[in-house]
């Protein structure tokens, strides 16, 4: 199967780093095209890979680069390079936003440390995330909707998060925030900044304070994964036109539905079986690669 290596990055593309890596490339896998080294928006060569196993060694490759070098690439078939997406679904916690909302919650609390270890196995897969959640959430019970607006308001925006749906909604494509945190900071984040849509958990109140509970249904990797699919049948979508953004193991469902999946700073696990990463920039990047 033929793939398209990208190359995002804002230094030139003749860097030794990066020639090192494409002679590497060269020893063991058919390079289809010239090297482009002066376009950061075209693919910079296309490969043929002949088994998954060689894609695997390829990704590595790949990942090795982006540590040693400062820069980031992505690969895609071939067969889908000028596919125009119509469907951009994310994650928001770590990827959408640079904070755990739970774990910010919990600092409130004087609890963080024991929340944000849950968090952290949860999101490298060693946890079940319904009952992690739960957990966690029942840990809050009694922290004042006061709190809570501070933390919301102490929220950091990814760098290139603006710019990234800034150019979704300009080009036409359908921006889908679906989040395993909470509603109360999701909506509004998602208000500011133009995404059309929102999915994530209820937390409940009563009397102005957290009752320790979350109301209706968990949004848990299913449930992620399911809204891609339903979008993708209510807007007349086809799989190859949606890009998904997510950074932890509740996302790997949602991730290997979409047509490109990327795991943005991922956990390792994550990144292994993901079918692109960034690492190195910010969501803007993709931007660069959309020619948005």
Not at 108 to 137: C, P
């Amino acid at each position: 199967m033929q793939y398209s290596l990208w190359l995002l990055s804002d230094i030139a593309a003749t860097n030794s780093q990066f020639k090192k890596f494409l002679s590497m490339l060269t020893n063991h896998l058919t390079i289809l095209s010239d090297i482009n080294d002066t376009v950061y928006t075209t693919p910079v060569c296309r490969l043929e890979v002949t088994s998954k196993l060689e894609l695997m060694a390829l990704k590595e490759a790949i990942q090795s680069l982006v540590n040693d070098a400062g820069f980031d690439c992505l690969l895609k078939p071939t067969s889908e390079a000028d596919v125009t997406p119509k469907l951009l679904i994310m994650d928001m916690d770590s990827t959408l936003v640079q904070a755990e909302t739970i774990d910010q919650i919990a600092k409130h609390a004087g609890i963080m440390s024991e929340v944000a270890a849950i968090t952290e196995s949860a999101m490298r897969g060693e946890l079940d995330f319904t009952q992690s959640l739960l957990k966690r959430v029942s840990m809050l019970n009694g922290i004042a909707e006061a709190e809570l607006t501070e933390v919301h308001d102490a929220l950091p925006l990814t760098t290139g998060a603006e710019t990234l749906i800034r150019g979704a909604n300009a080009h036409d494509c359908y921006t889908v925030l679906v989040s395993g945190g909470f509603t109360y900071f999701a909506q509004p984040v998602a208000d500011r900044i133009g995404i059309r849509e929102v999915h994530a958990n209820t937390l409940e109140f009563a009397n102005g304070r957290l009752t320790g509970r979350v109301t209706g249904a968990i949004v848990d990797a299913e449930y992620k994964k399911n809204t891609l699919e339903q979008l993708l049948v209510e807007r007349g979508i086809k799989r190859q036109e949606t890009i998904a953004i997510g950074d932890g193991a509740n996302d790997l469902l949602m991730l290997g539905a979409a047509g490109t999946g990327i795991a943005f700073h991922g956990k390792p696990k994550v990144q292994a079986e993901s079918k692109a990463a960034l690492n190195v920039f910010g969501l803007d990047a993709l931007n660069w690669w959309l020619g948005w």
